[in-house]
């Protein structure tokens, strides 16, 4: 096949070989390898490789051999900590071929042998699909398969280095039968002969092979028409033209080593008792028997499939059930010994050994659970007849583990059947593992309060017997799924935080970022509940931590995600959800995202954030396109709860009657049915506001007493909290004073205690309900105060009376806002009158005495005449105020009260950006590098250029917009390190670079950002910062010598600086 190869080898990156099995593909395929010359990985496909994380270890181990010195320790690390699940797959190819581009000195090739194996295996093709598509200019790939291949690589399918080979293009022609008959035979071929056998096969490869190799053997033509073995009777020809042909020894050998998928020398000698089955198998590779060696050293052999169909075939004619299943069981047994789990219980199922098979599972089946290798497990279990299923604890228990996203009824029916097997056998640890699978179940998709606390307390006790003797990674799940359940079922608080400590230092101990993380989340939200904020935070700084690591896993990342979105949601911290949000979906492929429970999690904090932001029409259109949806409708108790948000929503926008009606009064008799306090709790508070709303004050008291009572009892503490304000909205309207007073109290006191700014289910016109009267009451003013500016924009008067704030930029523009809309800009204002807004914003406290403000401005001019002068220039700015306020006082806003000239019932952006850095450098220094990082991005949000520059006079207005940037320079040194050495880098260079635009004389800076480059890999980018800031230094006419001596610092990589 001469012709393909030298056109094979004119630059074609992807070349598919797609023909038939003896079609000639492989052997094409070596011949092409060997006329390049250049490096290659040659990879056998094998039905494992459809457990995607299987063929991503297994990728991993083939590159090792194929390349010199290649090692890949981040990919090795995530395998080794179970750290990798399916929807990693991107993130390890690219670590795979990131590595070898310091390994691969010129061109190597990916071969990909019999892909149609992994044909149906979407995950795993998925792997091949991203190589080629991500893969370096200098890595080629040849695909062999015997079926047309789904791949949706674009450069695969629309690219112009694809080169196509199919039957037709491999089929030989007379010529190259001619050949092969010449070299076999050692003389010219009769042409005659020639055509007859290329005419009997049509050109098929493997028939003109054996057919030469017959005619060879006995100079007439083959018996049996190799056209007709290529119809269909191909065991027949093999048998006749290859099998009779071998002698009895090899024939015997033969038949016992085609029951195993790849012949290892090593297990071969045990199976045929030959020492020398190793030289035996290289002679019938040599004399064309279809037998290849796989790797260099000849310790691993392949028959090709169709000779290996008849040798299997043989094997159950000639060799008795009990000879086949010692065989099987002997492979099994040496890919026991030689950690090959996949191979091992594959043999054992072939050889129907279902009892060895289940020992197995007891064994090491939760090593499969650990590395996330459930695909595998499946692939067995599935093959296992259903009435050893029915009769084994541990068939039982791994069929419904592997089952619980797919078919979650059938997966809680196996869990129970897995108990009861584990209680009649007497396996307690069995048992218990079990039961923290049930606990787990009930929690997240179906809720029995009464059987749950029956699990715990067998849980409990059993753990607390046996619970030391299961692995760490197992005692680390169970205790996690004891500590939530004691939480959200029996509300014990102590217990729940004990076995979340037992849960933590067991995942400490595998070494699993992932499971970690989902422990600590459980404990972070142990705490939240209970509305112990300052706990939460400390979990959450260990949770970032934990998950910016370069070793922790998409498992991980999605479990510290969820807890960090609950947390900003909690504390009312919109813009910081929504950035976090944002940055989950750029990491995310929301496809991997929509089969986690992260996801309708997600979707009611959307709801829960578009209503108390005023957004209902918005949160109303995702109730309904989410509420019947197959993970709602599959969920009861998270359906529940987003029909009583709908029924709230509708109650708010005034559309109660029918529907909402409808459907709260459908949910009454749920909240005395057999469910958690907890949810019961998420179904009073929408339920009680949606009656008080639309008018039903008695009902919605009775609902709300009942909340308080049960979070009282249960002690969930921000519950508490919320149920008491909802009273006391109650109370609003009907006058109740006397309750709404000690309601208002206990409740504004506990979340300001804790920082939480949110109030359940709470819209805007309630939230200013509430506000309005506390202010009246004079109950937490500031805080009231704060919330009422935070999330209604508006300023709450001592009388109640509520006005809206008025907003001011002075980063890039100079504009002033009401109601969020434009109200003012630069050139509605003289430039004196913006000077003497700049000095008031400036100034501490929005404040600056006259005298002071005068002396600004008119320097020179007696006191009188200042006087006159600044008379003159106020009533002219409270005249345009006027203009711009419209039905709002100015006097609300700009007041002179003696000598004291202030800014009143303001939100200015400078100030808000000097708040948020300060409190950044407070949260560096105290090590909380979350919530610094949060202040950060809050500042560089408000952050659209620099301080307007005529705001202020002179030198004052420098020397405030430097004041301004400094601020921002010092944080992001303080903080663009830290961000780094979480495996950050290209985030700390995002944010870095921002910052040194606007700074681009600080020396610091200027170095961090070089360093961040180089040690990213960018040259090009380190070596352009050079550039830029050399010129920079020259504009500023810097003194040559310290400019070349600023330089010379700058080009000296100091990776200490960051790390």
Not at 15 to 28: C, D, F
Not at 110 to 132: C, G, N, P, R, T
Not at 500 to 519: C, M, N, Y
């Amino acid at each position: 096949k001469l012709p393909i190869i030298y056109r094979a080898s004119a630059h074609y990156q992807f070349i598919i070989l797609e023909a038939q099995a003896g079609q000639g593909k492989t052997t094409t395929a070596i011949q092409f390898l060997s006329h390049i010359n250049t490096p290659y990985v040659w990879y056998q496909i094998s039905k494992e490789d459809c457990d995607p994380l299987y063929f991503i270890s297994a990728l991993l181990e083939g590159v090792q051999r194929s390349v010199p010195g290649f090692s890949c320790p981040l990919l090795a690390l995530l395998l080794q900590n179970a750290e990798l699940t399916p929807g990693d797959i991107g993130r390890a190819v690219n670590l795979i071929l990131d590595d070898m581009k310091q390994f691969v000195a010129g061109e190597l090739t990916f071969v990909f042998d019999d892909l149609h194996l992994i044909e149906d295996a979407k995950q795993s093709m998925e792997i091949v699909d991203y190589m080629l598509e991500t893969a370096p200019d200098f890595i080629s790939f040849i695909l062999i398969s015997r079926r047309p291949l789904s791949l949706s690589s674009r450069r695969l399918r629309y690219g112009s280095s694809t080169l196509y080979l199919d039957n037709d293009d491999l089929a030989f022609s007379n010529e190259e039968t001619g050949a092969l008959l010449e070299i076999l035979q050692d003389s010219p071929a009769d042409p005659r002969t020639v055509s007859a056998l290329c005419i009997q096969t049509g050109g098929w490869v493997m028939g003109v092979s054996l057919a030469a190799c017959s005619h060879t053997k006995r100079d007439t033509a083959p018996v049996i028409p190799v056209q007709d073995a290529y119809d269909g009777h191909l065991l027949t020809y093999f048998e006749e033209e290859l099998f009779d042909r071998l002698n009895k020894d090899r024939r015997k050998t033969l038949i016992k080593l085609a029951l195993l998928d790849d012949i290892v020398v090593e297990l071969a000698r045990d199976i045929t008792g030959r020492q020398d089955i190793g030289n035996t198998l290289l002679q019938l590779m040599d004399e064309n028997c279809f037998i290849r060696s796989l790797d260099d050293e000849a310790t691993q052999f392949s028959i090709h499939h169709l000779f290996r169909s008849l040798l299997r075939k043989k094997a159950r004619e000639l060799l008795s059930p009990a000879q086949r299943k010692e065989i099987l069981l002997k492979a099994a047994m040496y890919s026991q010994q030689n950690n090959m789990l996949a191979q091992c219980l594959n043999y054992l199922l072939r050889a129907e050994a279902f009892s060895r098979l289940e020992e197995q599972l007891s064994r090491r089946g939760m090593e499969l659970v650990f590395m996330n290798r459930l695909q595998t497990l499946a692939s067995v279990l599935e093959k296992v007849p259903l009435e050893h299923i029915r009769n084994s604890a541990w068939f039982s228990y791994f069929s419904a583990f592997v089952t619980q996203k797919t078919d979650p009824v059938q997966s809680l029916e196996l869990f129970l059947q897995a108990r009861q097997l584990f209680q009649d056998s007497g396996h307690s640890l069995g048992e218990l593992v079990v039961l923290g699978e049930l606990i787990y179940y009930r929690i997240v998709l179906s809720p029995d309060y009464n059987r749950c606390k029956d699990y715990l307390h067998s849980a409990s006790l059993l753990f607390e017997q046996f619970g030391s003797e299961l692995p760490s990674f197992c005692q680390a799940n169970t205790a996690k799924n004891l500590s939530a359940g004691c939480f959200y079922f029996l509300n014990d608080f102590p217990k729940a935080l004990d076995y979340a400590r037992i849960a933590e230092t067991e995942a400490v101990k595998t070494g699993s970022p992932s499971q970690l993380l989902e422990i600590l989340a459980t404990h972070g939200f142990i705490h939240m509940y209970h509305g112990e904020l300052t706990h939460v935070e400390a979990v959450a700084e260990r949770i970032y931590e934990t998950m910016t690591g370069n070793d922790c896993g998409l498992r991980g990342l999605i479990a510290g995600m969820h807890f960090l979105l609950q947390l900003l949601h909690y504390k009312g911290d919109y813009q910081g959800y929504d950035r976090l949000k944002t940055d989950v979906l750029q990491k995310l492929d929301q496809k991997i995202l929509n089969g986690t429970i992260v996801q309708p999690f997600i979707v009611l904090y959307n709801i829960s954030i578009a209503s108390a932001e005023g957004e209902l029409d918005q949160a109303l259109a995702m109730v309904n396109d989410n509420v019947d949806s197959d993970f709602f409708l599959s969920v009861s108790h998270l359906r529940n709860e987003m029909l009583a948000t709908k029924a709230l929503i509708l109650s708010q926008m005034g559309l109660f009657e029918p529907e909402g009606r409808e459907i709260a009064e459908t949910l009454l008799p749920v909240t005395m049915e057999n469910i958690t306090p907890g949810n019961r709790l998420k179904l009073l508070i929408p339920l009680a506001l949606s009656f008080a709303v639309s008018g039903n004050l008695s009902l919605a008291r009775e609902l709300t007493d009942k909340e308080i009572e049960i979070a009282h009892e249960q002690n969930i503490a921000l519950f508490e909290a919320y149920g008491r304000l909802l009273r006391a909205f109650i109370a609003t309207l009907d006058n109740n004073m006397r309750t709404a007073r000690f309601d208002l109290q206990q409740g504004l006191e506990k979340l300001r205690r804790e920082g939480i700014t949110h109030i359940r289910c709470f819209s805007q016109t309630e939230l200013l309900a509430v506000l309005k009267l506390a202010i009246q009451l004079e109950i937490s003013q500031d805080f009231a105060r704060r919330l009422a500016a935070e999330h209604l924009g508006m300023a709450i008067q001592d009388n109640g009376t509520d006005i809206p704030l008025l907003s001011i930029t002075t980063l890039g523009s100079f504009k002033l806002y009401i109601h969020g809309h434009p109200a003012g800009r630069a050139t509605d204002f003289t430039t004196t009158q913006r000077q003497l807004l700049g000095l008031l914003i400036s100034h501490p406290q929005l404040q600056i005495s006259q005298e002071q403000a005068q002396y600004i401005l008119w320097p020179d001019p007696p006191p009188d005449k200042g006087r006159n002068r600044f008379d003159a220039l106020l009533s002219r700015l409270r005249k345009i105020l006027s203009s711009i306020l419209q039905n709002h006082p100015v006097k609300n806003y700009l007041a002179l009260e003696k000598g004291i000239l202030s800014l009143q019932n303001c939100k200015i952006d400078a100030r808000q950006f000097s708040d948020s850095v300060q409190q950044g450098l407070t949260l560096v220094k105290d090590q909380k590098w979350w919530q610094a990082e949060n202040s950060l991005n809050y500042a560089l949000d408000l952050w659209t250029g620099p301080f307007v520059a005529d705001l202020l006079p002179g030198e004052h207005s420098s020397d405030y917009g430097w004041e301004l940037q400094s601020q921002l320079t010092k944080l992001g040194l303080s903080l663009c390190p830290k961000i780094a050495q979480n495996g950050q880098l290209e985030k700390s260079i995002l944010i870095a670079s921002r910052i040194w635009k606007e700074n681009q004389a600080d020396e610091q800076l200027t170095s961090l950002l070089y360093n961040l480059y180089l040690l990213n890999k960018e040259p090009m980018q380190a070596k352009n910062l050079y550039k830029r800031y050399e010129k920079m230094l020259k504009k500023e006419e810097y003194p040559e010598e310290e400019m070349q001596e600023l330089l010379e610092r700058l080009s000296i990589f100091d990776d200490q600086q960051i790390l």
